[in-house]
């Protein structure tokens, strides 16, 4: 490209202003100096309006998931909003029972964003991406005034790949099914929250994030009658189960002692009045199938690196009130219900 | 859904709070009451993470673009980011020479933000993908605090179907093709700019905002040898008659005289001191094609509704310097550089 007439980009003293937004040669020096060098591949590199692809194979469907990120702070123990985007539009299509094969990325910038900031970013997104062998295939960059907006929200669309015959969906559960999870409940929520409100800890609650298609894939494999996979994000554990319940028309009970739950993450959750299976996670699989298969998926979920704290926490009962429930430490049950509204604002 | 302890949402006086993007019940019953309801179609009714779609035909290849919207003001004589959002996506997997398939949307709203105006946008993207015959498929809605955000950001993602053999890029220009317009220039740009600056002319000058789809599926009819098309937005002309020039390695010379533009557009261009050639359309294709070709092709596009002021106004030539110049109607010829930075800010 000629950008004769443009100055360098000072990655390190400089930040974002409208000009990058324009549709001039600042836009295209910021494309190419920070997205495109960062996200480099065959597809990005034609500059065209949009990416050419390969479709799935013959047979298979498509699966489309998108996701607004305006995650804040930023940075966070564990993670920040460019690998978070990157992950999570990654486990919605996964979750799906899908391949993940490409992702889009739109950005909204602040005008002022320090251009280090960006940088910093968009080189956590590229190592995600390339990590979960996602590539970054097309994109957008818009710039608004200072106080429009807030320093970067991010945008990821994933295209994946889906195989004949597999149908996982949350209206799937029935009852006498068991209902697993592949972790710790809360890490990313309480993560985030440690940080806003200055929480001190012997060491720092770190977010989940991570990108679960190879962990769902291990699930697949292992129960042949899986029902469903969700990855339980805003509103935790027990908004997923509520809107499985929902869809499915069935009741959930859930076991307490059964749930794992990080001990700093539970005192930070007791510390705030938080209750963890609100919280949302970032890196953490639910699964539901039938009771004969729980065995071997908590098995191969507990050989794989993500879910080594797999845990079966509950079962589907038949219920024509769609409840969700919980049998408590004490032995008594209360209703797990989901929250009427905002528990953590922008927790991704 | 069940939603019996949220009250119900006042889409006359009601506006977005923070428990509209939480997870929670707030979020499931803007989500239905509003989005579901205007996008309604089978995919979205499943309620899942993603949607799992029909994959292109064999041997078609996939096409994806993605572009984030931040259009101010968000309402505009001839349209709104509603259709705006939606057509623009459209586009972009237009001229790539595909046929446009489905949307995938993304709301960044700021607590506070009208629920009629989200209302109103809603409705205008569900008429404009219903008109165009693209549906949404699949969304997200985020919330962010009062001043962090600017009413609504919206990112759509278009995926389409690209046929085999059909190979249109920027890259593919050469001496002696013949470049064309479909319509007058500088239409969407001047909208706005007359908006915001309350410039007052006998008729408001009305956005070009459209789907260009059937128009670009008219000229690769007409055109066989067709070597590109693009959609003039950010930057206008001239940006998007650069790129080319850059990818193709190639220059271009454009008549003055030939260039089509409405006169009001002109007459607030010279107010504002502005070119039109660097003004955002929004309904304009250009086209690249071998000379011989030219004829058949305006007349196609002549013929269809958004083509009828088609008009070639230049010529690919052989330059090393890959320059875009421009005959005067006086005779003389300048250079058609693309702006160093931003001209008009959030024009889309």
């Given at each position: 490209?000629?950008?004769?007439?443009?100055?360098?980009?000072?990655?390190?003293?400089g930040?974002v202003?409208?000009?990058?937004?324009?549709?001039?040669?600042?836009?295209?020096?910021?494309?190419?100096?920070?997205?495109a060098?960062?996200f480099?591949?065959?597809w990005?590199?034609?500059?065209?309006?949009?990416?050419?692809?390969?479709?799935?194979?013959?047979?298979?469907?498509l699966?489309?998931?998108?996701?607004?990120h305006?995650?804040?702070?930023?940075?966070?123990p564990?993670?920040?909003?460019?690998?978070?985007c990157?992950h999570?539009?990654?486990?919605?299509?996964?979750?799906?029972?899908?391949?993940?094969?490409?992702?889009?990325?739109?950005?909204?910038?602040?005008?002022?964003?320090?251009?280090?900031?960006?940088?910093?970013?968009?080189?956590?997104?590229?190592?995600?991406?390339?990590?979960?062998?996602v590539?970054?295939?097309?994109?957008?960059?818009?710039?608004?005034?200072?106080?429009?907006?807030?320093?970067?929200?991010?945008?990821?669309?994933?295209?994946?790949?889906?195989?004949?015959?597999?149908?996982?969906?949350?209206?799937?559960?029935?009852p006498?099914?068991?209902?697993?999870?592949s972790?710790?409940?809360?890490?990313?929520?309480?993560?985030?929250?440690?940080?806003?409100?200055?929480?001190?800890?012997?060491?720092?609650?770190?977010?989940?994030?991570?990108?679960l298609?190879?962990?769902?894939?291990?699930?697949?494999?292992?129960?042949?009658?899986?029902?469903?996979?969700?990855?339980?994000?805003?509103?935790?554990?027990?908004?997923?189960?509520?809107?499985?319940?929902?869809?499915?028309?069935?009741?959930?009970?859930?076991?307490?002692?059964?749930i794992?739950?990080?001990?700093?993450?539970?005192?930070?959750?007791?510390?705030?009045?938080l209750?963890?299976?609100?919280?949302?996670?970032?890196?953490?699989?639910?699964?539901?199938?039938?009771?004969?298969q729980?065995?071997?998926?908590?098995a191969?979920?507990?050989?794989?690196?993500?879910?080594?704290?797999?845990?079966?926490?509950?079962?589907?009962?038949?219920?024509?009130?769609r409840?969700?429930?919980?049998?408590?430490?004490?032995?008594?049950?209360?209703?797990?219900?989901?929250?009427?509204?905002?528990?953590?604002?922008?927790?991704?």
């Amino acid at each position: 490209m000629k950008k004769a007439y443009v100055r360098p980009l000072d990655l390190r003293h400089g930040s974002v202003d409208l000009s990058h937004g324009g549709g001039g040669r600042a836009m295209v020096q910021l494309i190419s100096d920070i997205f495109a060098r960062a996200f480099d591949n065959e597809w990005l590199r034609r500059g065209d309006d949009g990416a050419v692809l390969p479709a799935p194979a013959p047979g298979e469907r498509l699966v489309v998931a998108t996701d607004a990120h305006v995650v804040s702070p930023l940075f966070f123990p564990g993670g920040d909003i460019g690998c978070l985007c990157v992950h999570g539009t990654i486990n919605d299509v996964a979750v799906m029972g899908a391949r993940p094969l490409y992702l889009a990325a739109s950005f909204v910038l602040e005008e002022g964003f320090p251009l280090a900031e960006l940088q910093r970013v968009v080189l956590s997104m590229a190592a995600a991406a390339r990590e979960a062998g996602v590539p970054v295939v097309t994109g957008d960059t818009k710039v608004v005034e200072k106080g429009k907006g807030d320093g970067i929200f991010i945008t990821t669309t994933g295209i994946g790949a889906l195989p004949a015959g597999r149908e996982l969906s949350g209206a799937n559960a029935r009852p006498g099914d068991a209902v697993i999870v592949s972790g710790t409940l809360g890490d990313h929520g309480m993560a985030i929250m440690a940080q806003r409100e200055n929480l001190a800890f012997d060491s720092a609650i770190r977010s989940d994030t991570a990108a679960l298609h190879g962990l769902a894939a291990v699930a697949m494999d292992a129960a042949l009658d899986l029902r469903l996979l969700r990855d339980p994000t805003r509103g935790g554990l027990a908004a997923t189960l509520n809107e499985i319940a929902q869809q499915s028309g069935v009741g959930i009970v859930l076991d307490e002692a059964a749930i794992p739950v990080d001990p700093q993450v539970a005192a930070a959750c007791e510390f705030l009045g938080l209750d963890p299976l609100n919280i949302a996670n970032e890196g953490k699989l639910i699964a539901v199938c039938p009771a004969a298969q729980v065995d071997g998926l908590l098995a191969a979920l507990r050989a794989h690196p993500l879910g080594a704290r797999a845990a079966k926490v509950g079962e589907v009962i038949a219920d024509d009130h769609r409840f969700v429930q919980m049998k408590t430490a004490f032995g008594g049950r209360r209703m797990v219900d989901w929250l009427a509204g905002e528990q953590l604002p922008r927790i991704c």
